[in-house]
C-alpha cells in the first residue's frame, strides 16, 4: 500500500470498516457516452485549447466526504454530495468497484469531450489509471504535440482531482497507432505550477514517447 493511501486511511478505519472489499486489479473501462462525443469545432464559448491544461476541475476531498452525509464546502450540491458519499469508503480503500462508479456518475471528462473523437479511462489498480484518447484530425493538424500533451496532461489533472490515485498513463490512438504514451504521477504533478508551463516538455519530462520516436 502507498504511503498516499496510508495516509488517506490513517484514522479512518473505524468509520470505514468492511462495507467494501478491495476489488481485484482486472482492468474496467469506462467510455464516454457516444452522445457527448463532438465532431463538429468547439463553440466559441469553450475556453481556447492553449490554456486547456492551466486548468482542472476542483479536487474531491473523499475523508470530508466521508464523515459527512451532507455538504461542508458550501459549493457541492447535495445530490452529488450524496453519491461521492455512498462511495467514499469504497473509493478511500482503493475498491476499483467504487472507483468505476465515480467515474461513470461523475464524468469527470464531459469538459473534454469536444476536443477529442473519443476518450475512454481504465481503472488498472487502486493507485493507477490509464487514460486513451482518439484525437480529433482537425485539431491535430495545427500543433500535433501540443494539442496531444495539452489533452494528456489535462486528462491525467482531472482524474486525480477525482480520485486518491498516484498515476495516471496517457495514450493517444490513431487507429491502432499511438502516438502518445506519457505517465503522469502526482508526485510530478505536485511540484509544477500548471499556469506557466509547456504542456510539451513538461510531457517530455514525465518520458512522453511520440510516434517515430525510438
Known sequence: MSDLRRSLLKGMSSIVGDLYDTASDENRTVPLKPAEVQDAAPKPSLPPFRKLWKTADETIDWTDILVSPTPTDGLTPPDKWAMYHRYAAGVLQGDLGAYLAVLQADNPMADLTPYVSALDVTTVNADLLRATFTPRPDLLEKDPREYLCG??????????????????????????????????????????????????????????VFQGDE
Open 151 to 208: 489533452m494528456a496532461l489535462r486528462t491525467a489533472r482531472d482524474l486525480m482531482a477525482a480520485l486518491p490515485i498516484l498515476e495516471v498513463d496517457v495514450c493517444a490512438m490513431q487507429g491502432d497507432k499511438p502516438l502518445l504514451t506519457v505517465s503522469f504521477t502526482r508526485q510530478a504533478m505536485n511540484k509544477v505550477r500548471f499556469a506557466f508551463i509547456d504542456p510539451v516538455a513538461f510531457a517530455e519530462k514525465c518520458g512522453a
